[in-house]
Every structure is written in structure tokens, then in C-alpha cells.
């Protein structure tokens, strides 16, 4: 991800339960890969997948981050993912109150980088 280190983002991705959304969340913000992370329950996704029509019951996770945390977020997702190809897809935040960001930054800090 091409961005300032310090810009913050969301980061959209899906999970198959509830279980597996709780531990993802669990997991992210216990390493300091996310300051907070949201869990929707009862989505319904319709995508193709290896040329087929698919409609799945899923779990959004909405995940508050730095974009320097991106790759180990995404590599620690991937990891751990029951899903061969995980939905990671992350955008900027363009506004954002000052108490908030400064919140966001600090959750995410490890080794002074956020």
C-alpha cells in the first residue's frame, strides 16, 4: 500500500462465522496490527469464485489502522484465514477528529512505529 506511514485507514474484511471474525479481531488487536475492530454479523455476500455464482452468509470486520500495520495485517490475516483468497481491501481515511487519530496512532504503536 502506497501511503504515509502515519495516514490512517479501514480495513474491510470478511470472515466465514462469527468465530472465526471474533478470533481475527482478537488476534489483530492484541498484536497492535489494529487500534479497534468492528464485527458485522449476518452479511450476505454474492460474488463468482472459480467461475461459479456464489451466495454466502458472512461476518465484516471493519478495522481502524495505520497503513504502515497494512502488510503484517494482511500477512497475519492470510495466515490464518479459512479462505483461500481473503477479502482485505483497505482505504484512507480522509478526515478524522485530532482526539480520534491521535488515539488510533498510540493503540497501534509498537517500536515507535504506529
Same mark, same amino acid.
Given at each position: /500500500?502506497?501511503? =504515509?506511514?502515519?495516514?490512517? +485507514?479501514?480495513? $474491510?474484511?470478511?470472515?466465514?462465522?462469527? =468465530?472465526?471474525? &471474533?478470533?481475527?479481531?482478537? /488476534?489483530? *488487536?492484541?498484536?497492535?496490527?489494529?487500534?479497534?475492530?468492528?464485527?458485522?454479523?449476518? /452479511?450476505?455476500?454474492?460474488?463468482? !469464485?472459480?467461475?461459479?455464482?456464489?451466495?454466502?452468509?458472512? *461476518?465484516?470486520?471493519?478495522?481502524?489502522?495505520?497503513?504502515?500495520? $497494512? &502488510? =503484517?495485517?494482511?500477512?497475519? *490475516?492470510?495466515?490464518?484465514?479459512?479462505?483461500?483468497?481473503? =477479502? +482485505?481491501?483497505?482505504?484512507? +481515511?480522509?478526515?478524522?477528529?485530532?482526539?480520534?487519530?491521535? !488515539?488510533? *496512532?498510540? &493503540?497501534?504503536?509498537?517500536?515507535?512505529? &504506529?
Amino acid at each position: /500500500m502506497n501511503a =504515509e506511514p502515519l495516514q490512517a +485507514i479501514v480495513v $474491510f474484511m470478511t470472515a466465514a462465522n462469527d =468465530e472465526e471474525a &471474533a478470533r481475527l479481531a482478537k /488476534m489483530l *488487536v492484541e498484536t497492535q496490527l489494529a487500534a479497534c475492530v468492528q464485527i458485522l454479523p449476518g /452479511m450476505e455476500s454474492i460474488y463468482r !469464485w472459480q467461475g461459479k455464482l456464489e451466495r454466502q452468509r458472512e *461476518v465484516l470486520l471493519i478495522t481502524k489502522t495505520t497503513s504502515a500495520k $497494512f &502488510a =503484517e495485517l494482511e500477512r497475519q *490475516v492470510r495466515a490464518v484465514h479459512s479462505y483461500e483468497t481473503p =477479502e +482485505i481491501v483497505a482505504v484512507p +481515511i480522509t478526515a478524522v477528529s485530532d482526539a480520534y487519530l491521535q !488515539w488510533l *496512532v498510540a &493503540a497501534v504503536a509498537t517500536d515507535g512505529i &504506529a
